[in-house]
């Protein structure tokens, strides 16, 4: 089955750097691929997302690029703010009707001020 | 402007006493899933309803049953509380099964003593 692998496990930047988190996935028919922002004591927020028929996503500050091929996914966060810090999660989606998604294990993002 | 609302946010129960958490959405979404959260993990699929369709997870324990009375609403009954049942339960809604924008609740920390 699938399955994510997400890097690194933790980043710690300054307010006003950028951040980059990447994912991996093993199931080439996977086909769209979520980012969510969990803080602390809430559910998880989508993000920004992107499906296998696109390369590159923007929303903001927020980026995610998708390379079929390698079979890799990454978000950028730029210009980071204090608020930005929180948990993110990865995703990918099988491409199959009935199937759940598969998350990765989370990066935990600390903007520093 | 909430759109999956989980009640309550915090739920103490006692060892071996059954215990209800609830889910509603206002997105008029065929798909409701409920997910375990431990702590500095991600979400664990527990199972899934489409419409009054159940999907139960391979490895989720009998311990755990849900029930989706209609479509706004859907319950996680867990009828013998374990030390190890301890964690955050998310609701999540979606359109359909394949590919869709997952959208989550805010969660219910649920504590075992």
């Known amino acids: 089955g699938e399955n994510v692998e997400q890097h690194p496990s933790t980043l710690s930047v300054q307010e006003g750097d950028s951040a980059v988190i990447k994912c991996t996935y093993s199931?080439?028919?996977?086909?769209?691929f979520p980012w969510y922002k969990q803080e602390l004591g809430k559910g998880p927020q989508l993000i920004i997302d992107?499906?296998?028929?696109?390369g590159e996503k923007k929303d903001q500050r927020i980026a995610v690029t998708l390379n079929k091929t390698a079979k890799h996914f990454s978000l950028h966060i730029t210009e980071t703010q204090p608020e930005d810090s929180a948990v993110y999660f990865c995703a990918a989606h099988p491409g199959r009707a009935g199937t759940a998604l598969i998350f990765g294990k989370g990066t935990t993002l600390s903007v520093s001020s | 402007d909430a759109m999956v609302i989980q009640n309550p946010r915090y739920q103490v129960t006692q060892f071996g006493k059954p215990v209800t958490l609830s889910c509603s959405q206002t997105?008029?979404?065929?798909?409701m899933y409920w997910y375990q959260q431990k702590s500095s993990q991600a979400p664990k699929l527990l199972f899934h309803y489409y419409d009054k369709d159940f999907n139960n997870e391979a490895d989720t324990p009998d311990n755990f049953q849900s029930r989706r009375p209609n479509t706004s609403f859907c319950f996680l009954d867990i009828r013998s509380p374990g030390l190890g049942d301890a964690a955050m339960y998310l609701c999540a809604t979606s359109v359909g099964l394949s590919s869709y924008e997952q959208y989550f609740g805010p969660g219910t920390r649920l504590t075992v003593t």
């Open positions: 997105l008029n979404h065929n798909v």
């Open positions: 199931d080439s028919a996977s086909n769209y």
């Open positions: 992107i499906r296998s028929n696109v």
